[in-house]
């Protein structure tokens, strides 16, 4: 667990001004796929984190870690960096996180799609998908792709973990097998966020 205190440390105020100038910069260039006014704050990575449990010591698939405030917290749940895989569009945030990250598995690419994205390692199992994609940015198709592609890389019962502001489901499901749950809105995150998980809750 020598990861908790690493990285705790590493967010002390001068570093979160870096994080939120970072991240202002790149939603100013990408607003679509940024998609958001500031990083997760810690209460909502922190929930998201808690539904890591890796019962089966699989790694964990994080995607679109951005300036790393998710990433962060999965560490901090005890996650080893070799781990962890973060796929990540912008190259620059991908630069940043490789950098305070060597040995995490950080793959500059595209989240709704997978298979090319993880390359050698697209047949590898996760403990759990952590996103935070701004998913209601993207339209239905390919919110049910992505979730496609997500639960297809966990075990049974293991969820896909989504942040969203809004007030339905992120994601619409038509399939009885698939449980979705939502957390308490969470008020210290701007703007407001619930948490929502996805899984199997049979084989299919
Ligand atoms: C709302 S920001 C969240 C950043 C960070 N996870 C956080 O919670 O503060 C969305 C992130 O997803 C990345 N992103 C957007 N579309 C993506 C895609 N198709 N594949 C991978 N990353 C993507 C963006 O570059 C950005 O870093």
């Avoid at 901090?76 to 040995?103: S, T």
């Avoid at 995490?104 to 090319?116: R, S």
């Avoid at 890389?153 to 942040?163: A, E």
């Amino acid at each position: 667990m020598a990861n908790k205190h690493t990285h705790r440390q590493k967010t002390s105020p001068a570093a979160k001004v870096i994080e939120q100038v970072r991240f202002i910069g790149a939603l100013a260039k990408s607003p679509k796929t940024v998609g958001a006014v500031a990083p997760t704050s810690r209460k909502t990575a922190e929930l998201m984190a808690s539904n890591i449990t890796r019962p089966t010591k699989l790694p964990v698939l994080e995607l679109g870690p951005g300036t790393g405030a998710i990433t962060d917290a999965i560490l901090h749940h005890g996650v080893a960096e070799k781990n962890l895989f973060a796929v990540e569009y912008d190259p620059r945030f991908c630069r940043q996180l490789r950098a305070r990250l060597p040995q995490a598995h950080v793959i500059e690419g595209n989240a709704f799609e997978l298979d090319e994205a993880l390359g050698e390692h697209c047949d590898q199992k996760f403990d759990c998908v952590i996103s935070g994609l701004p998913l209601l940015n993207f339209d239905r198709a390919m919110r049910q792709q992505f979730l496609e592609g997500a639960l297809k890389r966990l075990p049974l019962g293991r969820p896909l973990v989504q942040f969203s502001y809004g007030t339905r489901p992120p994601i619409e499901i038509n399939d009885p097998d698939i449980l979705v749950e939502k957390s308490r809105w969470v008020l210290r995150n701007l703007p407001p966020s619930r948490v929502w998980t996805y899984r199997y809750s049979a084989p299919h």
